[in-house]
């Protein structure tokens, strides 16, 4: 169907370390973005992606979207403190006309100082 | 830009009462999304509009639900009669011809 698997379902690292977390998907894609929730605050978009094969960086933060168009993944390098958080993949389907955004199920990431 | 405003923040509530809760999406954007957030079921989109026009109300949960957009610059979305299973976090999120969504803060209903 239209889902997005997101994984890891949560992970926790110690400081300094490098992340990485995925969304894949049976269908096609025009569009990926990539979102990080803080606690009792909404999704803030980090990173979008409207090509396939493109690599994109935000600071520390690197995404792409993959060749296949059926999956792309985030990339944290250095995490500090402040990258804990929930981070959400979205894409938009090919075959949408739509404004929809379809969101995986989230990836908790907690940091150790 | 002052972004998505979403009132009220917190909301408790009765059950069987009638709760709305409101958004402002920024001004420009053409589209508005009301999404429910829940430690089981994520996000899930409830409604969402194109010109103050409800485009997919296919995620509303049932007739309790409804939601309206009289303006550009004003939605709301009702819940009536309120139920315990209702608790949840309840997003706004505007976006111009659908190029990624900025969200509100968000309004944490509870009902007891």
């Known amino acids: 169907g239209q889902q997005l698997n997101q994984s890891p379902q949560s992970m926790f690292i110690q400081e300094g370390e490098d992340v990485s977390m995925n969304c894949t998907s049976s269908?096609?894609?025009?569009?990926w973005l990539w979102y990080k929730q803080d606690p009792g605050e909404g999704p803030v978009l980090l990173i979008a992606?409207?090509?396939?094969?493109e690599l994109t960086s935000n600071g520390r933060l690197t995404a792409q979207f993959g060749i296949t168009r059926k999956d792309s993944f985030l990339n944290i390098s250095a995490s500090i403190p402040s990258d804990v958080g929930i981070y959400f993949c979205?894409?938009?389907?090919?075959?949408?006309?739509?404004?929809?955004?379809?969101f995986g199920q989230g990836t908790t990431l907690q940091v150790k100082p | 830009d002052a972004g998505v405003i979403q009132s009220p923040r917190h909301e408790v509530t009765e059950m069987g009462q009638e709760v709305t809760l409101r958004c402002k999406p920024i001004?420009?954007?053409?589209?508005l999304f009301w999404y429910r957030q829940t430690m089981m079921r994520g996000l899930e989109l409830l409604i969402y509009?194109?010109?103050?026009?409800?485009?997919?109300d296919s995620g509303m949960p049932e007739d309790r639900f409804s939601a309206k957009m009289p303006n550009a610059s004003f939605s709301t979305l009702k819940i009536q009669p309120s139920e315990p299973r209702d608790s949840a976090v309840y997003f706004c999120?505007?976006?111009?011809?659908?190029?990624?969504?900025?969200f509100g803060s968000g309004t944490r209903l509870t009902v007891v």
């Open positions: 269908s096609i894609f025009n569009t």
């Open positions: 999120a505007s976006s111009l011809s659908a190029l990624g969504y900025t």
């Open positions: 992606l409207y090509k396939a094969g």
């Open positions: 001004s420009g954007h053409d589209y």
């Open positions: 979205a894409g938009q389907l090919r075959s949408s006309n739509t404004g929809k955004l379809i």
């Open positions: 509009f194109n010109n103050n026009v409800p485009i997919d």
